[in-house]
């Protein structure tokens, strides 16, 4: 296979996405193929703000697990997904161990242990729900990461769902070699 020599950055657009990930995601997904078309989305707020998967359940018909653990976020999430019977939404506080798990909810809704995409971005213990993915493999993952740490250094919270400092870059990228990416 050719290298492919323009980089990524360039596709970056937002439809309903924060920072150019809707152009990104598309080009990757280009780039890589559809497997099964699924996706998952933690923090999903009402589904469409600042989402990173709206774009794949919405507009292109992929089936979704989506999850809110807000009620007033998750009230508007049920609103705007209520027509798309392959959306599934879940209103938890997920938790890296037990039924509010993340390979529990999508053990529940039916997901396919390769699912394309995965987006986590709950402001603290992203790192951590990252890690306990154990029976999934996502094929594309999008983990929220601290800008403010310095991109060489390795730093993730303490696992507590009231602290906000969350993970650097270099941890996360550590987090996901280890699980083989």
């Not at 469409?48 to 998750?74: K, P």
């Amino acid at each position: 296979m050719k290298p492919i020599s323009q980089p990524l950055a360039g596709f970056a657009s937002n439809i309903t996405s924060q920072n150019g990930e809707d152009g990104l995601l598309a080009e990757i997904f280009r780039r890589l193929g559809e497997a099964n078309r699924w996706c998952l989305e933690v923090g999903a707020w009402d589904g469409e703000h600042l989402s990173n998967t709206c774009v794949f359940w919405r507009d292109r018909g992929w089936s979704s697990v989506l999850i809110e653990c807000s009620d007033r976020s998750f009230a508007g999430l049920k609103a705007k997904t209520a027509a798309f019977p392959k959306v599934h939404a879940f209103h938890r506080l997920v938790t890296a161990a037990g039924p509010a798990s993340l390979d529990a909810i999508l053990r529940e809704a039916g997901a396919p242990k390769d699912i394309d995409l995965v987006s986590i971005d709950v402001d603290g213990n992203d790192y951590y729900l990252f890690e306990s993915l154990r029976e999934f493999s996502p094929r594309v993952v999008i983990i929220e990461h601290n800008p403010t740490i310095p991109p060489e250094v390795e730093a993730v919270q303490n696992p507590d769902s009231r602290a906000r400092f969350g993970a650097s870059a270099a941890a996360l990228l550590a987090l996901a070699r280890c699980k083989g990416y």
